[in-house]
Structures are given as structure tokens and as C-alpha cells.
């Protein structure tokens, strides 16, 4: 195989992977959708019912924490700190099975999105709640 050729199999290769990462991180955070001011009645049928919303702190205790940290509180507390943070006055519940879109035609209709300030405030928060208790 000339050189001419391996590079270009090579970009081609590389702009792939590139693509393929793009897409799926993007389909990945878009996954972080929650319903804005929820009735709190709506929160308590939905936390009885084996329902398919999860609350931001148990997603991040099941996924973001280790094994040895989970159960301690830290989700809980690294949301709290992150709604006192950002004004947000309900924890947001997580549809773990679906994508919530904009509604039609765009319009939010009460669907917000947890965005990359969002992540990266909640990841600090339980990065240092992993450091004071020592859980690792």
C-alpha cells in the first residue's frame, strides 16, 4: 500500500471515530432531560410507582459514584448544593427510558435540560464529597 493511501485511510478512519464521538456524545447528554415544577403530587405518584423518572441525585449515586461511595448521601447533597447554586427549587426527576424534546414545534413546554455548567458544578460537588468522606 503507497503512503498516499495509508493516510487517507487513516483521515478516513479518524474522521470517523470523530463523527461517531460527536454523535454519541451528543445523544448521550441529551438523555438529561427533566420536567420543570413538577406538582409535588405528580413527584409523589411518580417516586410510589416504579416509574420511569429518576431523581438527579439517585442517577448520580447509581452512575457517577463507586460502589464504596454510594448510599453515603453525597448525590443528595452534591444536588442540594447545585439547586441552592443555580435557583432551582425542585430536584429534577430524570425520564430513565426516553428523550423529552421541546414539545411541538419547539416550544419547551415546562421540559428543561441540564446543561455542561450544570455537569460540571455537580461533578465538583461530588468530587469534593468523595475527598472529605474518603470513600474511595
Known sequence: MTTT????RLLGVAAGAAAV?????TTASAHFCYVANM???ARQALASNNSVF?????????FVLPPSCQGLGLGDAAVAEWMAAFGVEQEPMIHSRAVM?????????????LSDADFAFLDGALTDGVMEVGCL
Do not use: F, P, W, Y
Not at 493511501?5 to 487517507?8: E, K, S
Open 101 to 113: 424534546a421541546k414539545g411541538a414545534m419547539g416550544k419547551s413546554q415546562g421540559i428543561n435540560h
Open 21 to 25: 464521538t460527536l454523535v454519541t456524545a
Open 54 to 62: 429518576v431523581e438527579l441525585s439517585d442517577v448520580a449515586e447509581m
Open 39 to 41: 406538582s409535588d403530587a
Open 5 to 8: 493511501r495509508l493516510r487517507r
